[in-house]
């Protein structure tokens, strides 16, 4: 089977290469091409858990038809929903929307008519979003091959470092958006404002906070927007200042790489941290995640809020599950019949006897 799996990942890289090679002269099959190569990423993580679930109706797929490619295929939905309950390694809630919205692009964009070709300015407004839209998809794409999915496509990970090489230079037709915002920048500094290179186009126009900071950054140029921690990079012989998205991600200028054991520990020695009192049981230090799952990943802020050290989702409240007691965020309805992001629940014990 692991044939079929590198066949699908190379059709992905190919349709990533076709949307940059056609951007200029085809946007709209640049469009197409991108979004096919997300979904394929997508199914060739499922097929990594067991062929048939790539097939529309799995109960029905037919491994004869499955190999001739004789067979209708699971969309977005149908994958991530499986690879979320099957393999418990589905797309992050921003992952998702980011995904979900380039499907949607994509769909217009067979439908309907573009606006990106030609000179005029509405060619250039369309040709800038489409830009930004294969920025962000990228940087969540990229973040799960060389992350969460890794291992899944260790032998991979060279055409992703030449892949993501190219994907930003294609930015380069942001230059002109972000020319024009020079000034806005200029003047939102002078008001005490902070700008970083921004993690999805690479120009300098990501506002976030200074020095430790706890955040939801934005871009000017690209809009792209994602909680941060911004920080002076603990390798002493980097020390620069830098915005992290998430806590298994590398400084962007001298390649370490974080754990969000150490992201705690930058809150901590920067005081971020809201001080707990040991004795009290109901004084939280740490809970579980329920955007990523994460067990104890979870610290209260000095703010008030709640972050997660790995996924970096900021919450205003921590529940507690009725079945098995645990704290973690995004607490479900009906705990203790289905559980928490931490546990089954009562029907999944009563499954297990
Ligand atoms: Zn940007
Ligand atoms: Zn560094
Ligand atoms: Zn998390
Ligand atoms: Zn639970």
Not at 108 to 119: E, N, R, S, T, Y
Request: glycine share 8%.
């Amino acid at each position: 089977m692991s044939e079929r799996f590198d066949d699908v990942v190379r059709n992905a890289f190919d349709f990533l290469g076709r949307s940059i090679d056609e951007l200029e002269k085809h946007p709209k099959y640049s469009v197409i091409h991108f979004y096919s190569a997300i979904e394929l990423f997508v199914k060739a993580r499922l097929l990594k858990e067991h062929w048939a679930l790539i097939v529309m109706k799995p109960d029905q797929a037919d491994k004869a038809k499955f190999m001739r490619g004789d067979f209708q295929s699971a969309g977005l939905k149908e994958a991530n929903e499986r690879l979320t309950k099957v393999a418990v390694d589905g797309l992050l809630d921003e992952e998702w929307k980011c995904f979900e919205g380039l499907r949607l692009v994509r769909n217009q964009m067979v439908h309907f008519a573009h606006a990106a070709q030609g000179d005029g300015d509405d060619a250039r407004k369309e040709m800038e979003r489409i830009v930004a839209d294969h920025a962000k998809g990228w940087f969540y794409l990229h973040r799960l091959l060389t992350g969460r999915w890794a291992k899944h496509f260790a032998d991979y990970q060279e055409a992703t470092q030449e892949m993501d090489g190219r994907m930003r230079k294609q930015t380069k037709y942001l230059e002109q958006k972000f020319q024009l915002l020079m000034a806005d920048i200029a003047a939102t500094k002078a008001k005490g404002s902070h700008f970083m290179d921004c993690p999805s186009c690479g120009f300098e126009s990501f506002e976030v906070g200074e020095a430790v900071w706890v955040g939801v950054g934005r871009c000017m140029t690209c809009g792209f927007a994602s909680p941060v921690l911004t920080l002076d990079c603990v390798n002493e012989d980097c020390a620069k200042p830098i915005p992290l998205v998430g806590g298994y991600e590398w400084c962007p200028e001298c390649g370490h790489k974080y754990t969000p054991e150490q992201v705690e520990s930058v809150l901590d020695d920067d005081d971020k941290l809201r001080r707990t009192d040991h004795h009290d049981p109901d004084d939280l230090s740490h809970a579980g995640c329920g955007n990523c799952d994460g067990y104890e990943t979870v610290v209260p802020l000095d703010t008030g809020d709640w972050f997660c050290t790995d996924c970096f989702d900021i919450e205003e409240h921590v529940g507690q599950c009725d079945w098995c007691g645990g704290n973690s965020t995004h607490m479900p309805e009906e705990t203790y019949l289905s559980g928490c992001s931490q546990c089954e629940g009562r029907l999944g014990h009563e499954k297990d006897d």
